[in-house]
């Protein structure tokens, strides 16, 4: 593994950010969303996340380039978020960036009162199975042939924030 350099930088994406959002998307993903999804996705009327329903943190390098990014649903009157999407541009994988920006967004999860973090997993995605298990998920369902790109079956995961050192 190698060293995590203190130069990178987490913050909410913007509208602005989508041409490098969908092009990490693009390179990481067989389903990957649109530019338009993208728009509709970060195009929000409020000036913070905790008073939204969606946000996406973005990790960028210090030369600013977009290198991982975190998309999530905030369902704030059951105190819950849903991890849609993480990934990794894979030259930077390796190096924790993913931990990090998940661990971001759940120490934002706690900080804001949100009490349980929830995604779904392709069943073989060993190295995402081994991060979520790392930052206290737990398995609580299975999602048969799920992805329509290949059939394979979704692990639904918890993470208790409330519950967490």
Not at 92 to 111: D, I, N, P
């Amino acid at each position: 593994m190698r060293r995590l350099h203190t130069d990178y930088s987490i913050s909410l994406l913007e509208e602005k950010d989508v041409p490098g959002l969908v092009k990490l998307e693009q390179a990481c993903f067989s389903t990957a969303w649109t530019e338009e999804q993208y728009r509709s996705f970060l195009r929000q009327d409020t000036p913070s996340p905790a008073l939204s329903s969606q946000a996406t943190w973005g990790m960028h390098a210090p030369d600013g380039s977009l290198v991982a990014y975190i998309n999530v649903g905030l369902h704030t009157g059951a105190r819950e978020l849903e991890i849609y999407n993480i990934a990794v541009q894979e030259s930077f994988r390796c190096q924790g960036l993913g931990k990090l920006l998940l661990l971001h967004v759940l120490e934002w999860s706690l900080q804001n009162n949100f009490e349980k973090v929830l995604l779904e997993v392709r069943e073989g995605n060993k190295a995402a199975l081994a991060l979520y298990a790392s930052t206290g998920f737990t398995l609580i369902g299975r999602r048969r042939r799920y992805y329509r790109d290949n059939g394979e079956d979704a692990l639904v995961l918890s993470c208790n924030l409330k519950a967490q050192p």
